[in-house]
């Protein structure tokens, strides 16, 4: 199968790039796909290389903020929660405030 290359300026640039593939073809198309799945592999490496509670929780949320610019908002408030719930596990009290905060925005 035929994937173009995409090189991207910064991890910003590369997630509103996947929002937009994301919105515009959805999450079962081949490049989106792969593309998520490339996202998830490369996070998951280099959390199991620092074992990182925090550095998990902030790819929870990047995952949320993703989700949720491409307009998949049930998905998103999954990935929010997911994230509080590690927040509040490795008692981050500053964090899990600042995410309930954010999950309550999304819900207005």
Do not use: C, W
Not at 31 to 51: F, K
């Amino acid at each position: 199968m035929f994937r173009p290359e995409f090189k991207f300026e910064s991890q910003q640039e590369h997630d509103q790039h996947l929002a937009q593939l994301l919105r515009e073809k959805g999450p079962d198309n081949p490049v989106v796909s792969e593309l998520l799945n490339d996202m998830a592999i490369e996070q998951e490496t280099l959390l199991e290389a620092s074992g990182d509670q925090e550095a998990l929780i902030q790819f929870n949320l990047r995952r949320a903020r993703l989700y949720y610019s491409a307009r998949y908002e049930e998905v998103a408030l999954l990935e929010f929660k997911d994230a509080l719930t590690l927040a509040e596990a490795t008692h981050n009290h500053e964090l899990s405030t600042t995410i309930a905060q954010e999950i309550e925005q999304l819900r207005k």
